[in-house]
């Protein structure tokens, strides 16, 4: 072991597992416990994230995991869902919130006045944040796009633009405020979820755990597609 050869004599590693977005990532989770042997400390209490952002963030875990599977017959289905259950237990329906702030917001039409809405709300925000990007847009790169006009809008507020499929980047990171552009298909998936998902469709629907737990204060969800 590395960290042994340099004299280390710990290691504390922290991790949610449903942010490691490959398909069979409880089958390595359970083998890397079974290698390691580690001491594992059960985290519960969520000082970092607001509650009305991190239970409604946890209600879209929830329902990709009940609604989404790789297999379509229904015994595969159920030994599925157990072998997501114990870490189900710990990461979502173990968590509380101290903050009980915060606000969700999900918008479906009028998209150009609630995203110029949305950015004019932050920019007025008197505990701003300088010592790191304040704002972070994912947007759907495939089916929506951030438009310029909007690219316009935040310019100057020192926020950060990724696609969904940087999924790598964003996961351990911290933003005061979310938001998120999501394709009406990508959005379908989340909700409806789909039984027989491939490893893209599992990791594209999975990666919104990782999405929508990195604000601090406020999620802001717009569904559209490409103009």
Known sequence: ?????????????????????????????????????????QLSVCYRQSANVGLKALEYTSRILDETSPFILDAKIEEHKKSIDPLREICVEGVRFVDDSGRFRLYEESLDDSFEGEINRIRSRDDLWRHWHPLLIVHDSEDFPIPNKWRELTRGLNSVLKSIEDISSIRGCEYQEVILLVGIKTWNLISNGVLGATSADWKRAISFHTLMTRPKDSLAIFIGSQE
């Not at 960290?3 to 590693?13: D, E, I, T, Y």
């Not at 990532?25 to 580690?38: C, G, K, M, T």
């Open 1 to 41: 072991m590395l960290f042994r050869s340099v004299g280390v004599r710990a290691l504390v590693v922290a991790l949610d597992p449903f942010q490691w977005v490959e398909r069979r990532v409880y089958e390595r989770f359970n083998e890397l416990i079974d290698l390691f042997e580690p001491q594992i400390y």
